[in-house]
């Protein structure tokens, strides 16, 4: 049937304002500078060539161990809870959930997911976790003694592209292999019934795949903030994003309106789709 929608989200600046690790681990491990802290990230980046998300993930493991302060992966659980969101954000699966059931007359449903480059070990803490079918995220291996010691997984902006795949081919389970070839009526979350929403230029492999395999894409910028802004509308300018707006979730506001109007069109689609078939079958 393929009658799943997937909505797909970034976190960082899509549905929190700030990224996790400052609501979270920096503050509990004495930085009272975050933005010092990203700062010196980014030089190490710069200088030596590495990896963006597996420098953060040395930096705090580093901190922790120099603060003495241990912490394991029920530490960065229980340091979800302080997650903050945009407006609307904790009532807005629900309603988009009851919105696709209305407007489709039950044949499709939504499922929601988070691809983000933080720690999916704080993800699966958060208030509102129980609204995403699944979320991906970077990941430390834990010793014995229940402490990180090496990355596990690093998600970082190219990365995210891979993860779109194992939504689209169904194949969740990071063992499972998605090279082989999968006929695109076997998939069941075609690229034309997902939509992914970003925040700027981390998620423009991600905004491109979407888009170019016929599905669609939506950047958010935090209100009143010109340089989110001016990046999203380079994004809109290339074509990268059917729509730009302010990461309000609310009913009211206008990303509410550009989400809904792109799932009417892929519940047109599918009705398209599905009257067509039975008329193929019929005759």
Known sequence: MRNIIGLVYDFDGTLS?????????????????????WDKVSKEVKETGAENTLVWMRRIKELAEDERKPITRAYFKKCGQDIRYFSGVEQFFKTINTYVKKASGGKMRVRHYIVSAGLKEILDGISIRKEFHNIFGS???????GRPNFPKVVITDTIKTQYLFRINKGKENIADS????????DRPIPFENIIYV????????AMTLTKKSGGHSIAVYRPR?????????RLLTANRVDFIAHADYRKTSELFQYITVTLDLIVRKYEFGRKSEQNRQKH
């Open 17 to 37: 304002p700030k990224s996790m690790q400052e609501y979270t681990i920096l503050p509990n491990l004495g930085v009272k500078d975050t933005g010092a802290f």
């Open 139 to 145: 990941e430390y291996y834990y010793d014995y003694s």
């Open 178 to 185: 998605i090279n082989e070839h999968m006929p695109e009526m």
């Open 198 to 205: 970003g925040d700027g230029l981390t998620d423009v492999p």
């Open 225 to 233: 903030h010109q340089k989110g802004l001016a990046t999203c509308k």
